[in-house]
């Protein structure tokens, strides 16, 4: 990923249509990262370059997307449920697919800094691969827990979607119209998220920065279809 060596200039031809968030001076420091993040899929946006960029990308999504599916079908096989419905009321294949790279340079001052902040991922599943370098922790009952990177795996997290669909206990999804219902699906949500008991519960995370070296990640998400909502 050549991405973060493109000169500032390159790099801002692209801000806006791919978000860009690069790490502030000491000075003002809250975040310190760079970000490169785009929609993948259903439609598939990625800049032309550096050289190869997009057709690497491109293939990443469709792989990631037939990983995640996998690992859909043995959770749902886990929990005895129909994964074939699930498959088809999420309607996985025209679901939202966010790709994120993020570049963590060493801070010179990293008890000032923090690489993102504690949040849960908004899909269904995360694929995350890293480089060798820590930074990543998870929340475990109120504690921050270093998670050390497995050379050459993608670790996968749980997100807020998966929570709720997983605690419905059965999948029940209905496809919408958009304008008309979306402030109420919404509040369906938030009130599911909220009561949910889910058996499995989207993950905290957040990273942290050090002086020594460069922290690398390739973040994807993968949701359910956006016209898809919880009833
Ligand atoms: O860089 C990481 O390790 C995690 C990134 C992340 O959590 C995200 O992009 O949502
Ligand atoms: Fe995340």
């Given at each position: 990923m050549n991405f973060f060596d493109l000169s500032p200039e390159e790099k801002s031809a692209y801000q806006g249509k791919y978000k860009l968030d690069p790490h502030t001076g000491v000075?003002?420091?809250s975040f310190w990262r760079d970000q490169f993040k785009a929609c993948v899929h259903p439609n598939f946006g990625s800049p032309p370059?550096?050289?190869g960029l997009s057709e690497i990308l491109c293939e990443y999504t469709e792989k990631s997307r037939e990983i995640m599916k996998e690992l859909l079908k043995a959770i749902m096989e886990g929990l005895e449920l129909d994964e074939d419905d699930f498959e088809k009321s999420l309607e996985l294949n025209s679901g939202d697919q966010i790709f994120s790279a993020n570049l963590y340079p060493p801070c010179p001052q990293p008890e000032l800094a923090i690489g993102l902040p504690p949040h849960a991922d908004h899909g269904l599943l995360t694929l995350l691969i890293q480089n060798d370098v820590d930074g990543l922790h998870i929340k475990n009952k109120e504690k921050w827990v270093a998670v050390n990177p497995i050379p050459n795996s993608i670790m996968v997290n749980t997100g807020d979607h998966m929570e709720v669909c997983i605690s419905l206990g059965k999948c029940s999804f209905t496809k919408f119209s958009q304008e008309k219902y979306a402030p109420c699906s919404y509040y369906v949500c938030f009130v599911l998220w909220t009561l949910s008991k889910g058996k499995y519960k989207s993950v905290v995370h957040r990273d942290v920065v050090n002086n020594k070296q460069t922290r690398v990640s390739l973040v994807m998400t993968n949701g359910s279809s956006k016209e898809t909502d919880a009833t």
């Open positions: 000075d003002s420091v370059k550096p050289e």
